[in-house]
C-alpha cells in the first residue's frame, strides 16, 4: 500500500475551529491538549504552536489587509495572540 498523504489527527475532542489567513487558506484547531493545529488547505500540511499549558477552550480569527490575527484560550485563562506573517510560513506569538 502507498501512502499518497497522511493527516494528523486528534486523540479526544475538538473544541473549536477557524478559517484562517488570507483566502482562508489555513484551518486552525482547538483540541484537549495545550497545542493550536494549524493546517493548511492546499497541501494539509499542519504545524503546531505551543504556549498554553492547558487544553485550548476557544479561538478566534481577525483579518483586516494584510492583518491575520488569531487569538486563543485555554481552561486556566491564560489567552495568547498569534499574528500570520507575510506570505503565511511564520506564525508568531504576540
Known amino acids: 500500500m502507498l501512502i499518497c498523504l497522511q493527516l494528523v489527527g486528534h486523540y479526544d475532542e475538538v473544541l473549536d475551529v477557524r478559517f484562517w489567513g488570507r483566502d482562508d487558506s489555513q484551518v486552525v484547531?482547538?483540541?484537549?491538549?495545550?497545542?493550536?493545529?494549524?493546517?493548511?488547505r492546499s497541501t494539509w500540511a499542519c504545524r503546531t504552536v505551543s504556549g498554553h499549558t492547558d487544553c485550548i477552550v476557544a479561538i478566534d480569527t481577525y483579518q483586516k489587509g494584510s492583518t491575520c490575527l488569531l487569538a486563543s484560550g485555554a481552561k486556566v485563562h491564560l489567552k495568547h495572540a498569534v499574528q500570520l506573517q507575510q506570505y503565511e510560513?511564520?506564525?508568531?506569538?504576540i
Do not use: G
Not at 484547531?29 to 493548511?40: C, E, P, R
Open 29 to 40: 484547531v482547538a483540541t484537549n491538549i495545550s497545542l493550536l493545529k494549524i493546517f493548511d
Open 89 to 93: 510560513h511564520v506564525v508568531k506569538v
